[in-house]
């Protein structure tokens, strides 16, 4: 089970304050999930994406972003080869 946040969650923004909330909830959850979980075979992670999702023309100016292809491999590398990371943050 891999969740992904935005990094709000990790590392509040003002201007998101409502949402970095929730946010951070369910990190937590995820991270004691991942405790409670560990040597049964079943995987729980958290990935906290620090960018926007596309081209730099569909946000805000300023903004870093990455397309779904830069961002995907951290994914396939928590299902392969770091299953025993909680959580993995991707940014540019």
Not at 8 to 16: A, N
Not at 63 to 82: G, K
């Amino acid at each position: 089970m891999l969740y992904t946040t935005g990094a709000g969650s990790i590392d509040p923004v003002p201007q998101v304050g409502n949402v970095n909330a929730a946010a951070a909830a369910l990190r937590n959850w995820v991270l004691n999930l991942h405790k409670e979980l560990d040597g049964t075979g079943v995987q729980a992670a958290h990935v906290g994406i620090d960018v926007a999702i596309g081209s730099s023309d569909a946000v805000i100016p300023g903004f870093p972003t990455a397309p779904p292809e830069q961002i995907s491999p951290v994914y396939w590398e928590l299902h392969t080869t770091d299953r025993d990371k909680a959580e993995r943050v991707f940014s540019v």
